[in-house]
């Protein structure tokens, strides 16, 4: 049987710097106020924003903050294209330009708090992959609409059932790679987008016998600005799971 990616063990990283990415599509509510208490959490962090040129400015914010250009980095992508392509884009980005041996995801609209990241920079010392869980204790999700959470709730089972990856929430977007997690998945293969980006990276770490640690955190649905969840993309997720699975290689 394969030993659950818990109880794997890899060598022990000190991280020294680590980036966190946040992919943005009309976030001006929220960047202008996340980017300094992320900032603030910890000096080894710094903030690269991946924006899909949001007609709203979001990135107009960004390039005004104090500390742009230094701890604050900014990635402008021409139009929307989805979560994942703006992931990948930015991993390919730091993984050619910059020396982060560290490099998180975080979604701009505080449904992640800032205040989590310490824990994850204390997990990833011991783990090649960190995942922010909703379902590990019971469920840690505020005022979602009761759909929402079965929707999240039911493709996590489903994700479980039909791959075998024995994580409570493989569909989250509070993530912690190392560097050397990223430089082992295949960027130009990896073409799912919304929920199905997350399920199918996590996948891939687990399929080559990387370490994975879930570790709690509580999501508080968006305040501010508008849902880009969609049918789309909850129908790729369908269809992406059995595409994985049937895949031999990755
Ligand atoms: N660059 C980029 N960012 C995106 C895109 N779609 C979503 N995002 C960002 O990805 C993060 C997660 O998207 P959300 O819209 O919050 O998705 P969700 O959490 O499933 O749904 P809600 O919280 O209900 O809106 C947010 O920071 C979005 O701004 C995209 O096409 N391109
Ligand atoms: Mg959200």
New binding site residues.
Partial sequence: MRAHPHDRTCPPLEPTAAVVV??????AE?IGRLVPLILARDPRLSVLV???G?PDGTAAIVKALPGFGDRIMLLE?TK????G??YIAAFKWILANTKFDVVFE????F?HDPSALDEFIVAIRDHDLVLGSRYLYGITVVNWPLR?LVLSVGANRYAGFVTGLPIKDCTG?FKCFRRSTLERLPLDRIRS???SFQIETTYICWKKGLSIREIPIMFV??QV?????SKR?ILEAMWMIWAMRLRRTH
Avoid at 80 to 83: A, D, Q, R, S, T
Avoid at 106 to 109: E, G, I, S
Avoid at 225 to 229: A, N, P
């Fill in positions: 946040v992919p943005t599509y009309n976030e929220n991946v924006d899909d949001s992508r929307k294209e989805g979560l392509a703006a975080m979604d701009a609209d449904s929402r977007g987008d919304g929920y649905d968006r600005g508008i849902s880009k969840m993309i």
